[in-house]
Nanobody
Framework: QVHLVESGGGLVQAGGSLRLSCAASGISFSRYVIMGWYRQAPGKQRDVVATITHGGGTNYADSVTGRFTISRDNAKNTVYLQMNSLKAEDTGDYYC?????????WGQGTQVTVST
């Protein structure tokens, strides 16, 4: 059974940084698993923030390019999202996702609030 647990959210001032972590269990991190971070702002749909393939290829939403960095540690079955230069519009619930051979799994989410 795939289980994803996010951590690292919190309250931060605009311009600050946070690092989110997602610990995965029940999957082999190094085999054809695409990990991602999604964000859901209050009253809005859940949108992709960043993804990373098992080989380390990354993609980012335009709104976070240059500010956020996704990375993964296959040995620890963990994926990270380093968020710098945070803006008020980055506020939302952040969800870790795992796409394993086409099947999607989600964590419970961690809340990020950026104050101005």
């Amino acid at each position: 059974q795939v289980h994803l647990v996010e951590s690292g959210g919190g309250l931060v001032q605009a311009g600050g940084s946070l690092r989110l972590s997602c610990a995965a269990s029940g999957i082999s991190f190094s085999r054809y698993v695409i990990m991602g971070w999604y964000r859901q702002a209050p009253g809005k749909q859940r949108d992709v923030v960043a993804t990373i393939t098992h080989g380390g290829g990354t993609n980012y939403a335009d709104s976070v390019t240059g500010r956020f960095t996704i990375s993964r540690d296959n040995a620890k079955n963990t994926v990270y999202l380093q968020m710098n230069s945070l803006k008020a519009e980055d506020t939302g619930d952040y969800y870790c996702s795992a796409n394993v051979y086409g099947a999607d799994y989600w964590g419970q989410g961690t809340q990020v609030t950026v104050s101005t």
